[in-house]
């Protein structure tokens, strides 16, 4: 950590830096320049709480050189992290994951249904929300506990596991009873409390990206699980705000080799949300596993002009089906390929 | 609302439209344009799920004319909404509210001492977070139930309304106990559990624009409070997310003057969070008084070098001194005023 | 095009926006709605100018139903604009271009030499800067004249077809003389006096989006070279302004499957200025040719540690060799392959 | 200058990143951390090219310390500068100017009529387009010489200083023959050919911020004009682009302050395009000025319903006179006061 000093900082002011760094349990190092003189801290842990020394007179600026995270870092762990599910599917290592299911559970029907088809297709993890966080309070909130049912239900008909979304501290222990993954979702990102909770329930965590997080907060909104205990921790690319109204989000794929530098915890990419428009589904799905990613979530529904949300970013199942075929493709580029297809008679569903 | 057709949409393809409106009890009226048809949706009354629409072949997309808020809006109800504290202080009339105090409440001598300097320069409520929500999990996160006890010693010593944070469902049911004012903040204003407890618990409730929030977010937020029955919002702009570093946000002023023209409900402005310099407060806080604000949020701490949560941007006593003088002057150019010191003697403090 | 009333407007100013835009030509059709009244213009031919529209008196808004750019509209033109160059490469067919080079030509030596490495590994454009737009006045600014004098020595030498940037009027007419396509930098994408002199010079014209340019601005600065009469344009997707500050820029790699549904002409990606960082440039030049781009930019420099500008951002030769590999597996499966490489006896430079 | 090291480096590239520092002029400080070394450039002038150093292996990144940009700094200049027009006004100092009048020149009548009126309250610099820098080819583009001639007569008539844009270096010495202020606008902000031609041709140049340019790009821009010699600059912010459509940008006020604590030049802001709607320039001319600008550019128009450009965005001449009212009041907070308004008898014009 550097403390900039303003060009006129007065002796007094630089010995009062010092003397406070010193008082934090570092050590301190002053740094004159040309124009101004810098305060270097030495020996941080990733743990120094840099509001302490902002206020104090005389400082300009501080500027982080370690990273403020630390357990999610790849400077901590060298390794990938590599998440298992019950049903045998590897997260993280050089297989590419494929999750894929409707936005919302509607009916029995419709999820078993869909499950049996992603399977067949060779997706190995079913998506698909029992609680919806809706912009508006109008607009359809998901079968709650009744959708929890129905996806355990599709995975014993399917043998695919299950991620689903939690929307609170509650949720999350009525999610880790159902569900193989716990999704958290983007509006999410930094509840701390629903954060904690995740991170203490004992099942992997899907952690989306916020709709304007940066890296350094997407990193640290997952350090809260690992300080948790929880390292079970899979990050997802899904689109970040911009200034351009043709898609809904700007789809950051740069994140995604970013991240693997920074961090050795795998992530995906949501192409779905990531773009909000069919046709550019599949696109960006294919440019996510040739950016790298670990693996991708895709929304498909059997029937998208009667979903009860987000139809119009939902692919058929023959364009999904058509996804697989150039995905397996293109990850012969990178030597990886994507997570074998289920053998039904031998997988093993989540109790 | 306006369904706007591809260019090749089949007859076929529009019919379904005007059906599939007709079905949801909307009349439905095809405009023929040179290049493509459009359907408009006659008899929006604000409810209207356009995710139905926007899966239907041949969609390319969907407008919206009315607006998708519905009991926030200014059509909606006419008059501005002032929610009465119990202090006396009205917010959203012709007087002009200040809250100040420090980022977090940190000690009894601090946060009685404090509130009791801001009542004789003339603030109406206190503000001081008991519940912090910090981006990293080391650093500092409040003092809890504890600091909400020493918000209300305060404000009995002092006669000022209290404002704080509630982060989770549990968190409003206590923070409903203590203050008068619950406070949501940036990174949950898109928590709809949260929300609607808030919504439940009939205090007034002082909503903060997320990160990167467009105004239409924020208005159906508050819509998710009015639609649990509290009308009781206040809603404000903390800066959003921008591509310049030098300010910890982008303050957007002119989401005041915008707000006020779709909505009924008070907004008042956060300079301190919305630069994160100490030295540009004072003018962005005269500049959101000019712009029409209906109050400011100013944090003041009583030894800001010592802060243990953002010091950088906590204005000394005395520079909030001088900013209420100079604000006093400014709000004489709108025709408006200062909600009047509190009289001690006669202030009544909430139970 | 849809003027959205407010909603208390009266009969006197709806009949005055029927009659406005009579008056320019077009067909008026007011439509009621239960909240407000829209008015939609019949018969827009891509040149009304809405500014007419907005002024007037209870009007809320003004939406655009048919898009504002017209010669370079799909809707105008329905088959792929293909660019054929003097060495035979052809641009926005079935074919993926590879251009390459280093940031700026500084010596015969540097871009002869790398010319030659290029055309061996598979790249059929040569790109390098001559005249250098930087930020800062003290930075390198580039050989100037005697740049384009080396760059037509290494197409002589190589093969290899040439693309340089303009950054005036008058040095359009001098890059048309050495080069085989002008590029327009990103910081000129809304220089018209430089578009309108590019688009009267007859040679192919590579237009790269602006820092913050909306996909549809864009499409509009590309007007004006279609406008003068040039239908020889190549887009360049390189990155937005974002809020993080890991990378440079934010590649918008969706913004090449939006474009090539409203627009015929090809679109290329330069990752390089993408994302400003070595490690992260072969990832995202292989998920730029996944998202259907139809071609790459790839900053290729002999020994970068040495390079005059943009180092950081530069692959070593065996990076590229590694790249084109990569490329060409992940063509396959969208049905595409790369341009075939130069055969140095019949390939024809460029006089 | 720091130059960080990623954590694996090897003491071969710290020692290479020392030399290379040397090399180029400056001492090198190696500053060893817990997690990783920096190396300290001394005696930075603000003119080290931070791209040598950001090639070098080993290297994570570079951070600025000193300002890249050295004349516009207020390190290099303390006091402020107050540029001075013919007729008296003075921008920079304690006194607020306000520039007004139409978008574009549209005919004598107009323009003429216009300046009296502005004049007869209180303005004293007259805004204009000659030439009209469009998003569409199909907009109108201004009168071009003849807008000049008509603003010359304007002068004439109404004692008023005129402001007007330029758009290429040609209309730079066009426009330094009729103007008493040559405009740089938004989207020519990086425009390089056209800044030096500005800063040689010895008039006061008024310099808009780019649509997404930082507060470091738009000094660095300015740089560019001292280098040249011309010291005259006046600084514009008039919004940058965001995620919100309710507003054309977001009028970015916190950049007033802080461009005032980074550099001497004078800054005011442009709050119609800004915002883009009539009915916020008033709330935002007045937060402007609450803000500390030195200035505010406002559009009026005789007849916005009538006017070929922006007409949304204009004011109607009453409201203007209530702006200049209300602005009058709002400086009395800061100890400022208007520009007094012109005495016709005694002004004098520009030759």
């Given at each position: 950590m550097l403390v900039v000093m303003k060009q006129d900082a007065s002796q007094a002011s630089i010995d009062r830096v010092v003397e406070t760094i010193r008082s934090m349990g570092y050590d301190a190092r002053p740094i004159p320049g040309r124009q101004r003189t810098a305060v270097g801290l030495i020996g941080?842990?990733?743990?120094?709480?840099?509001a302490r020394l902002e206020g104090?007179?005389?400082?300009l600026e501080v500027i982080e050189?370690?990273?403020?995270?630390?357990?999610?870092s790849r400077e901590w762990k060298v390794e990938d992290t590599v998440v298992t599910l019950p049903n045998g599917t590897r997260i993280g290592g050089r297989e590419i994951v494929v999750m894929a299911g409707p936005c919302a559970v509607e009916s029995r029907e419709q999820i078993v249904g869909i499950a049996r088809t992603l399977r067949d297709m060779g997706a190995t993890v079913l998506r698909g929300g029992a609680f919806k966080p809706r912009t508006?309070?109008?607009?359809f909130q998901g079968l709650g506990i009744k959708g929890l049912e129905l996806l355990a239900e599709a995975r014993e008909a399917s043998g695919l596991a299950v991620v689903t979304e939690a929307l609170d501290a509650e949720g999350v222990d009525l999610v880790a009873e159902y569900a193989d993954i716990i999704q958290i979702g983007a509006r999410n990102m930094q509840n701390y409390t629903l954060l904690r909770r995740a991170g203490q329930v004992g099942k992997p965590v899907l952690l989306k990206r916020g709709m304007s997080a940066t890296i350094k907060e997407l990193l640290l909104a997952a350090e809260y699980l690992l300080a948790e205990g929880n390292g079970q921790v899979i990050l997802c690319e899904r689109g970040v705000r911009s200034f351009?109204?043709?898609?809904?989000?700007?789809?950051?794929?740069t994140a995604i080799p970013v991240i693997q530098g920074l961090s050795h915890l795998p992530i995906i990419a949501d192409p779905s949300h990531g773009t909000g428009i069919r046709a550019k589904v599949l696109p960006m799905a294919r440019a996510a596993v040739a950016a790298g990613a670990d693996g991708v979530m895709i929304e498909v529904h059997p029937n998208p002009e009667m979903a009860l949300s987000d139809g119009a970013q939902s692919l058929y199942p023959e364009q999904f089906a058509e996804l697989m075929e150039q995905m397996r493709v293109i990850c012969r580029a990178l030597d990886r390929s994507l997570v074998p297809p289920l053998d039904l008679e031998t997988s093993v569903p989540a109790p």
């Open positions: 941080n842990d990733g743990r120094v709480d840099s104090l007179e005389g400082v050189v370690s990273r403020p995270y630390k357990q999610v508006s309070p109008y607009s351009d109204t043709h898609t809904r989000n700007l789809l950051d794929l």
